[in-house]
């Protein structure tokens, strides 16, 4: 299968799962509000943080693995791929156990996180079942990898959402009967049992060499490269750990539960944006791995400069679209109380534009292996992150918080990592990059005042009209002006050409 079809596939999966899925999730997460309170909100905020911070531990050993595998892959190499599993395996059972062990060990800390002791019984329990629930991925979830380096990611993806809207399903049913947040928990944890069990034995039944227990090794040279990839994604991991996933813990500890709550529903909606979007490029990923192990990587530019185009259209559109629409959906979804201010808001969005203008260097960093060469930019990134969020949040409070991530990117992620990829990917001059990120960025600023001036004209006296008027303004505006814009391109008119052959392709 050719690797436009797979990445169609993958594509068209993994987007119907995942919108399924995120509605099942907003049913859930309004049934939540009504039968529990913020205060829980804040807590499932403030422990994934805390996961989020020891899943340290995995240490970029996956990504390293899976750029290993493309090659094999590419070349029906069965020995390696089975000796870079069995690899995996015994990596993961490692770090799943020391996640485990090291997490369970915080449960004493969890008070001195909170600003403010909430009136909620169990806490240590309730930490508990998540720390159980995230070692549980490590132990059982690793065979995934392959189906996603083999371009197969719309398997993964089928079993995946089918489990979380099953689980949501669940969640619901438990917390209109009972109100008990331990059960809605225990739900969580068996779906994720259930759901990796099920795809380990899928993986099998694709790949039945990989049950051959015999041991296989790797050579001295192939073992030295993955040491050397993991070696430096661990920098990697560690920068983005403690830059995606401290934002809770700070806002738990230098404003409030409550806030961490209230910040839990942006991020929700947002997830549910960037994930639909996310599966353009996971799913792609091992597609360009795929073939930059069969050309050049400098072949690769021009696939480069279609998705960058594509990037720039879809988030500055998605960006807009939060801007405007985020209080004004919350306000009908959960109620006004569930609001953040303008200003707040403003800087969450910001901080969305910036981090996904990077997905496509970030795509082909990862598919042509430059994990060594900016290897520190992670740490230098956190520690920017951290001591800027603090400082300012003792001066500004909550959006402090989000300013430190906003100065951290810029300072860093943004010229260190298309700086890498031009240098030692695409051996080109960085300039041209720049200009055409300075001509999408202007066009996006353009479409947004103009997009606020209409906005500002419409005031209905139901809410939900309002929303509804808005909502079309924002669909139609921003892409228009996008296309006046572009529609001379070259980027444009092969951006057309693609979707074509997308099309003619789903008609086969």
């Known amino acids: 299968m050719s690797r436009l079809a797979n990445s169609v596939r993958n594509i068209k999966v993994g987007t119907i799962g995942l919108l399924v899925s995120y509605l099942c999730s907003f049913i859930s997460r309004k049934v939540f509000v009504v039968y529990l309170s913020a205060e829980y909100l804040g807590l499932n905020g403030l422990f994934s943080n805390i996961l989020s911070l020891l899943s340290l531990a995995e240490l970029g050993v996956g990504s390293a693995i899976c750029f290993s595998l493309y090659k094999p892959l590419a070349f029906k190499e069965t020995y390696k791929i089975q000796a870079l599993m069995q690899l995996y395996r015994k990596a993961y059972t490692i770090i799943g156990l020391a996640v485990l062990v090291v997490g369970l060990s915080f449960t004493p800390l969890l008070p001195y996180l909170l600003k403010d002791i909430p009136d909620i019984s169990n806490l240590g329990l309730l930490y508990s079942l998540y720390v159980v629930n995230s070692a549980c991925t490590y132990f059982l979830s690793y065979k995934r990898t392959i189906l996603i380096a083999d371009q197969k990611r719309y398997i993964d ?192 969005v910001l901080n969305f534009y910036l981090s996904n203008m990077l997905r496509p260097v970030r795509t082909f960093k990862d598919s042509l292996g430059l994990f060594w060469a900016d290897r520190y930019k992670s740490l230098f990134e956190s520690l920017i992150n951290l001591g800027v969020s603090i400082f300012l949040a003792m001066y500004f409070g909550l959006i402090g918080v989000f300013i430190g991530t906003t100065v951290s990117n810029l300072a860093t992620c943004f010229w260190i990592e298309p700086y890498v990829l031009y240098k030692q990917g695409f051996n080109k001059p960085l300039g041209s990059y720049y200009m055409t990120y300075f001509v999408y960025s202007l066009v996006f600023v353009v479409a947004g005042f103009i997009t606020f001036g209409l906005l500002s004209l419409v005031e209905l006296d139901n809410h939900l009209l309002d929303f509804l008027a808005s909502m079309c303004i924002c669909a139609i505006v921003p892409n228009l002006v996008f296309l006046i814009a572009f529609y001379r391109t070259s980027e444009f008119r092969n951006t057309i050409l693609l979707f074509e052959k997308i099309m003619h392709h789903n008609k086969k």
């Open 157 to 348: 993806s089928l079993y995946y959402y089918s489990f979380q809207i099953i689980k949501n399903l669940l969640q619901i049913v438990v917390l209109i009967a009972t109100r008990n947040y331990i059960l809605f928990l225990a739900v969580m944890l068996v779906m994720t049992i259930i759901e990796n069990l099920v795809i380990s034995n899928k993986v099998n039944s694709i790949y039945p060499f990989l049950k051959d227990k015999g041991k296989k090794e790797l050579s001295r040279d192939e073992k030295f490269q993955i040491k050397r990839n993991v070696f430096a994604l661990t920098f990697h991991k560690i920068g983005s750990v403690l830059v995606n996933g401290t934002d809770n813990i700070l806002l738990v500890k230098f404003v409030s539960l409550v806030s961490a709550g209230l910040y839990a529903n942006y991020i929700m909606i947002q997830s549910a944006i960037t994930g639909i979007i996310s599966i353009i490029f996971s799913s792609i990923t091992a597609s360009v791995g795929n073939l930059s192990v069969e050309k050049e990587s400098e072949g690769s530019k021009p696939v480069f400069d279609q998705l960058f185009f594509i990037s720039s259209w879809i988030f500055g559109f998605s960006a807009l679209c939060l801007l405007f629409l985020f209080n004004p959906f919350i306000s009908l979804w959960l109620g006004s109380e569930y609001l953040f201010s303008p200003g707040v808001v403003f800087v969450i």
